[in-house]
């Protein structure tokens, strides 16, 4: 009953269609039984009392019901199987919606390929609930009962002998149902794994390369598709078996039907009409009870496909406080901010004191590791602290709406996150409704409109798969027009600079300094270059403070910043 009041909640938005698909479906049912029902009159009159007269009509009546029956039947296949790929267009687009508004954390935890693989794979597999669910319901069951009335009138007790097989039909159906519920839903779990592996294959190409892995990772992939592999047909052994069931047992109703009909006959109890018109009934009897077998599986198999999207569905998206804040004047401030990563026994930041004024450039520097990065991703929200205030200017975060606090942020990172697409659409990305000019004004100040202006289709150009098309500095510049375009008071550079060569970084670093120009900025780096200008440097050690001040300040002043300016050759 939980699963039927699922697929009713789930379904409810198109009852309209299905009740559509419903009313032609009863007309098949009914269009089904009279197929049997005219075998009687067609036999007896013509073939046993000699009425040849009536033949010439019955192969019209056979072309005149199989073409209603096929025309009934095509409205109402389609209406269910739109509503169905209804059903799956809406469900996408939530989940997707539900998606991207889940915390980062999540995606740190659950690997893209389960992701992927539930809103594709598991969500078609709701297109079924209405083509081979509902639909064999609606259409099957009535027809069962239209074919029992049929065999019931023309000889009861037989149609009782026959019908006596039918529990073990049930008692299949519901055995192997549970299996192919536990078997779909392994199977989809090991289809994620499989979309998971292509997925890291892409992203990890140059790194398979380099190493020379490539017989490795296919070897690894292939080990995964055959998991897979043998996991479908375990699934559609215990289907088709389902099937065989069925078919053996509508072979011995019709023997019973056949041997005990006979017998009927040479005591003139019953026509040669009678039994075929009893056979005819029994045998489309035992179609959709099959039918309804095998959509007693699909439900099953629906059933797991639904398990596993609610744990994406249930799964807490980020929350947002309701004021919303148009604009920054203060300050940043962390009050005895602490936070820990989820089943971590150890704090990445503790007891962080810093305030981060209007207009200052404030440099984070430490080794790998100290909690540079967890430190930034507070100020947007990505992460909220395990302890202790983060304010911006005096409102706490926590009770700041989301959208408006990261309005005012701009990041650029190290790993560039380019859109396959246009250049123009991945600048544009910075700022919804930004004309083609400002978009090219950007592109100009982060210098990248000299290198876009020599390409063949320039700002029409398509990045392809995340713009590994273009250099790391030509990369890094488009972010960095994104950012100038988007023109937020507070920036947030996280080793913008450090994975490239020096020529690139020179031109980076000028494109840094135009975006940086009247804005907060808060620079994560390793290098002397980036940082010179910063009003002040903190120094983050082991997840604490260890000292605050400017580079000459602490040069003469702090040991742990030595030893850092030292090992990272500062110059």
């Known amino acids: 009953m939980q699963i039927i009041r699922r697929i009713i909640s789930i379904t409810k938005p198109y009852w309209r269609r299905v009740a559509a698909g419903i009313f032609l479906s009863i007309l098949v049912s009914g269009t089904t039984a009279a197929i049997a029902w005219f075998v009687k009159p067609a036999l007896d009159e013509v073939f046993v009392k000699g009425k040849y007269e009536y033949m010439k009509y019955i192969p019209a009546g056979i072309v005149l019901m199989f073409t209603l029956r096929g025309v009934l039947n095509f409205g109402q296949a389609y209406l269910m199987k739109s509503s169905g790929m209804k059903l799956v267009r809406e469900t996408r687009n939530r989940l997707y919606n539900h998606i991207v508004c889940l915390p980062l954390a999540f995606f740190h935890k659950e690997s893209s390929g389960v992701i992927i693989s539930r809103t594709i794979n598991d969500v078609e597999r709701l297109e079924g609930i209405f083509s081979d669910v509902i639909a064999a319901v609606v259409v099957e069951t009535p027809t069962v009962v239209f074919l029992l009335g049929v065999a019931f009138y023309r000889r009861w007790d037989l149609t009782l002998l026959i019908l006596a097989l039918l529990p073990l039909l049930g008692y299949s159906a519901k055995k192997f149902g549970k299996r192919v519920k536990a078997k779909r839903k392994e199977a989809q779990r090991k289809l994620s794994l499989l979309t998971h592996k292509i997925g890291e294959t892409i992203l990890g190409a140059r790194v398979i390369k380099v190493f020379n892995r490539e017989s490795m990772v296919s070897a690894s992939f292939k080990k995964e598709n055959e998991r897979y592999y043998?996991?479908?047909?375990?699934?559609?052994?215990?289907?088709?078996?389902?099937?065989?069931?069925?078919?053996?047992?509508?072979?011995?109703?019709?023997?019973?039907?056949?041997?005990?009909?006979a017998h009927l006959i040479t005591k003139n109890i019953i026509t040669p009409g009678d039994l075929a018109s009893i056979i005819v009934a029994v045998y489309m009897i035992f179609s959709p009870v099959k039918k309804i077998g095998e959509a007693y599986n699909a439900l099953q198999e629906t059933r797991a496909s639904l398990e596993r999207l609610d744990t994406l569905f249930n799964a807490a998206q980020e929350k947002s406080g309701t004021i919303k804040i148009d604009g920054f004047r203060k300050a940043v401030s962390f009050k005895n901010v602490s936070f820990a990563y989820p089943g971590s026994n150890s704090f990445a930041l503790k007891d962080i004191n810093l305030n981060i004024n209007n207009g200052e450039i404030v440099a984070v520097v430490g080794r790998s590791g100290v909690g540079k990065s967890t430190l930034v991703d507070l100020i947007p929200g990505f992460i909220k602290p395990s302890g202790g205030t983060l304010t911006i200017d005096g409102t706490n975060l926590n009770e700041l709406e989301l959208q408006s606090l990261r309005e005012l942020i701009g990041i650029v990172s190290q790993d560039v996150i380019l859109f396959n697409d246009t250049i123009k659409e991945n600048i544009a990305f910075g700022r919804k409704g930004a004309t083609e000019s400002e978009i090219i004004e950007a592109a100009k100040l982060a210098y990248a409109d000299e290198f876009i202006a020599g390409l063949p289709e320039k700002y029409e150009t398509e990045l392809g798969e995340r713009g590994l098309n273009l250099s790391g500095g030509q990369r890094q510049r488009i972010a960095i027009a994104r950012a100038i375009l988007k023109n937020p008071p507070i920036l947030i550079l996280d080793e913008a600079t450090s994975s490239l060569d020096s020529v690139s970084e020179a031109i980076v670093q000028k494109a840094l300094e135009k975006l940086m120009k009247g804005r907060t900025t808060i620079v994560i780096a390793h290098r002397l270059s980036t940082i010179k200008n910063a009003d002040r440097i903190v120094i983050l050690d082991k997840g604490n403070i260890a000292g605050v001040g400017t580079h000459d300040q602490l040069i003469s002043e702090n040991d742990t910043y030595m030893k850092l300016y030292n090992a990272f050759s500062f110059s």
Request: aromatic content about 6%; hydrophobic content about 55%; charged content about 25%.
């Open 230 to 261: 043998r996991e479908i047909l375990r699934l559609i052994r215990i289907k088709e078996f389902t099937k065989l069931i069925i078919d053996i047992t509508t072979g011995v109703g019709i023997a019973v039907a056949v041997l005990y009909g």
